[in-house]
Structure formats: C-alpha cells, structure tokens
C-alpha cells in the first residue's frame, strides 16, 4: 500500500463502535504498561495522571498492569510527580479539542516540569486528535502509544512534535476507510521508469523557468533534481546575462537566454517561453526568478497561456492570485509563502496546518503541497496527503528548488498531480535519510535520488 489509514476523533470513533469498551480499555490499558517497562526496564516508580474519560480509565489499567508486574504505580493523586521514575500521561485522549481548562494546564504544567520521562496514553494531553493543534498547555510526552492506527493529530505538527517516539498498539479494530491519508515508500512504485522503448523525450521533458542575477543556484538545483528524478530531457529558461553561469554549472541542461531587465527575466521573454514550453511535459517555475513587478507578470501570462502542467515555488509565489486554468498546477510553498498567498501570518499558518494547506488548495483551485517535516499535499474537495519520511538534513537552503525539480519530474511523465507532489515529498524525503546528517546540503539529496528510486518497493 502506498497510503495508510490516518484517523481523527470521529473516525476512531466509528472504528470503535459496536466492541466492547471495557475490553478496549483493557487492552489499551495493557499495551501503555507493556511500553512503558520496555522502554524504561530500570524504572520503579511510575506514576499515571489521568482524567474523567476513557483515556483516564487507560492510564488506571495500566497502573493494575504495572502493579501486577511489580512495579511501585500510582495514580498522581496518591504519589507526588516529583517521586516519578516514569509518568503516565492520561489526562486527554481523542475527544480533546481547544484549550485545557485552568486546572488541567497546572496539571500539565507539572507534568512537564518534573524530570520524569513522560510516555502519553493515545495522544499527549492538549492535542488535538483530528488537527495536530496545541491551543495552550501541552504535554511534552518521550514516547506516545496510540492504539490502532496513527492520528492525525500526531503526524502534523505542531502535535507531532510533542509525541517523541510514537508506538501504535494492536487492540483489535478493523482498518476503516479515513479521509487523510500516510504517505508510505510504497507510493513510489507508482511513478514510471524510463523503459527500453522510450528516448530522451518521451521518458518526461521538463522546463525550469527561473533565474535571475545573484540567483543560478535555484533552478540550477531545480534542473539538477529534476534529471535525477528521473526525467530524460531538461531545460532551462533564464535571464541572457546569467547564460555563462549556467553554461558552466549545467552540463546536460539545455539552456533558452531570455530577455531580461534588472538581471531577471521579463515579459518579452513569455512569447519564446511558450513556444519553447511546447515540447516541455512540464514546467518548474519561479526557482530564483526574482520579485517585481516583472516576475509576477510572467509567472502570470505563463499560467495562463500554458497548457502544460505547471509546478510553482519560491519567488513564482511572491504576489501570486488566482488563475484559470485546465492543465494541472502544484504550489509548493512554505509556511511564510501560504501565510503571504492566504493573508494571515506565520505563525497562524504553522499553528493550523491542516486548515491552512485546504484552504490553500481551495483558494488557488489546485494541488497544494506546504512544505515542512510533516508535508501536507491538498486538492480541493479530498482529504491531505501527509508525508513524513524526511530526516533534519532538509533543513537547509534550496530543498525546496530540490522538490520543485522532482515534482516537475514525475508530472512530465503524466502522473496525476496529487499523487506526483506526494511522491515527490516521499522521494525528497527518503533521500534525505541516505546522506550524512551533519552539514548536508541541498546537492547531497540530489545525488540521492536514484539511489531512491531504485531501491525496492
């Protein structure tokens, strides 16, 4: 399978209904306690916050478990956390949305502050289970064990990043259909190889339009990518005066010089761009090519008048609005990108990720990828696509331009839009965990690409 189950509150709900909720509890409450002496075999003293609902009635389980295997457990109102080898978070479960109540954010105030490892009974307390958002007080749990499947809410940030080590525990559910989707290594069996019968052309032609003086790296790396990504023939239209740059960093690019001004293509350059787009499967564009009001009308008349699949990123997004279009379009921005595109802030946009990358893709009408550990891919009317393969080498300069290379890739070989920007994210990603961590660069995941691709799936 190339995409997993990943469950909100109402669809665990659903998954649950008609079973036996004590027996549920039970094995919930037996696997927590079961993960919580493996990974702290020497602990003694564990202790177990837990709240009103089921969730509490799975910390309390756990405790009888630990108990019986001769472990000193406590509920925390009857041994102080300060005393805690090990607390068990069981304050929220799935029903939880919003902000805790005063009393409850003490609580998890106190839990974070003790020096206890911290291991979280289906989500840490203050997440939300359908969005990944943290409205106030939140755990900072070492391992969460979640039961029978993968929540949202612990995928996406900002939740994803207070669950450490997250540990999906077997109660016996059925698998039930979700609205979003995991993405998995699987998905890239789905993109072409380059087969016997095919020549350089047919195999996916890519155009990277970008560039600009101070700013070859981008849609150098944006090229680079996109052949490694498996596409035969690639191409790049950029400003003339920035031609011998190119000339000398892209061997197997083609190159079309552009009229410019100031150093960045300009709108005269549309006309032999789109003659040129013709042969082109599809198009990379905005790598480097400058801000202006230059800029902005050519990535403009190109969406308009191109029939080609289109990929936009970094500077082709800067004052970008709404067009009309038949052919497919993926923006990829980041968080201060889709912040500018939707008219809010920053921090709005990494505080609520889900709703910000639907809106984004409502919006614009089209496929919307929002960068980050946790990518999220939207169409208009499905469910996110999360992919969240990737390791901390990408947090470097020009990952993005790498990602816009590999999408543009798989769409010039005609796969459909959606699955192209998930498998794109998962190529990137997986890449990123072949190189060295420390000090990696953007060409390092480049070299890693076929070393993706090729591996078995």
């Known amino acids: 399978m190339s995409l997993d189950p990943l469950y909100t509150a109402d669809e665990m709900k659903a998954a649950e209904a008609g079973h036996d909720v004590k027996e549920l509890m039970a094995r919930a409450g037996r696997a927590v306690a079961e993960e919580a002496m493996r990974r702290f075999p020497d602990a003694r003293r564990f202790v177990a916050v837990c709240g009103q609902g089921a969730n509490g009635g799975d910390g309390r389980i756990a405790v009888e478990v630990l108990e019986a295997a001769g472990k000193a457990a406590r509920p925390a109102e009857d041994a102080p956390l300060e005393d805690a080898d090990v607390i068990i978070d069981a304050l929220f479960g799935t029903g939880f949305v919003g902000e805790p109540r005063e009393d409850a954010g003490r609580t998890i105030e106190a839990i974070n502050a003790a020096r206890a490892p911290v291991v979280s009974v289906d989500l840490p307390s203050g997440v939300d289970a359908s969005t990944g958002e943290v409205a106030g007080a939140c755990v900072e749990a070492a391992v969460t064990v979640t039961f029978?499947?993968?929540k949202?809410?612990?995928?996406?940030?900002?939740?994803?990043?207070r669950s450490?080590?997250?540990?999906?525990?077997?109660?016996?559910?059925?698998?039930?259909?979700?609205e979003h989707k995991l993405v998995t290594p699987g998905i890239l069996g789905e993109i072409p190889r380059r087969q016997a019968d095919q020549n350089k052309y047919t195999a996916g032609t890519v155009l990277v339009v970008g560039g600009s003086r101070g700013l070859t790296g981008a849609p150098s790396l944006a090229a680079e990518a996109a052949f490694r990504a498996d596409a035969g023939y690639v191409a790049v239209a950029v400003p003339e005066s920035t031609l011998a740059v190119f000339e000398q960093r892209l061997l197997e690019a083609v190159k079309l010089p552009c009229p410019e001004s100031d150093g960045r293509i300009s709108p005269q350059a549309v006309a032999p761009i789109v003659e040129f787009a013709?042969?082109?499967?599809?198009?990379?564009?905005?790598p480097g090519l400058g801000r202006g009001k230059g800029p902005s009308e050519v990535v403009r008349l190109l969406l308009e008048q191109l029939d080609?699949?289109?990929?936009?990123?970094?500077?082709?997004?800067?004052?970008?609005?709404?067009?009309?279009?038949?052919?497919?379009?993926?923006?990829?921005?980041?968080?201060?990108?889709?912040?500018?595109?939707?008219?809010?802030?920053?921090d709005w946009v990494a505080a609520h990720r889900l709703e910000a990358v639907r809106r984004g893709a409502e919006r614009f009408n089209c496929v919307c990828l929002l960068k980050g550990a946790d990518t999220l891919i939207a169409t208009p009317g499905r469910g996110v696509l999360v992919s969240s393969l990737g390791s901390p080498a990408l947090a470097t300069a020009g990952t993005g331009d790498v990602l816009t290379g590999i999408v543009a890739a798989f769409l010039a070989k005609g796969v459909e839009p959606r699955r192209a920007a998930a498998a794109?994210?998962?190529?990137?990603?997986?890449?990123?965990?072949l190189i060295p961590q420390s000090g990696a660069i953007a060409s390092d995941i480049v070299g890693a690409l076929p070393l993706v691709l090729d591996a078995p799936v």
Request: glycine share 12%; no cysteine.
């Open 148 to 150: 029978h499947g993968p």
């Open 278 to 286: 013709a042969k082109a499967g599809s198009l990379a564009l905005g």
């Open 308 to 346: 080609r699949p289109i990929v936009v990123d970094a500077d082709g997004l800067y004052e970008l609005e709404p067009v009309e279009r038949s052919a497919p379009t993926v923006l990829t921005p980041h968080e201060g990108e889709l912040a500018r595109l939707l008219g809010e802030e920053s």
């Open 164 to 178: 450490g080590e997250v540990v999906v525990a077997d109660i016996g559910l059925e698998p039930l259909e979700t």
């Open 152 to 161: 949202v809410g612990l995928e996406l940030a900002p939740g994803r990043f």
């Open 424 to 433: 794109a994210a998962a190529a990137q990603q997986l890449a990123s965990t």
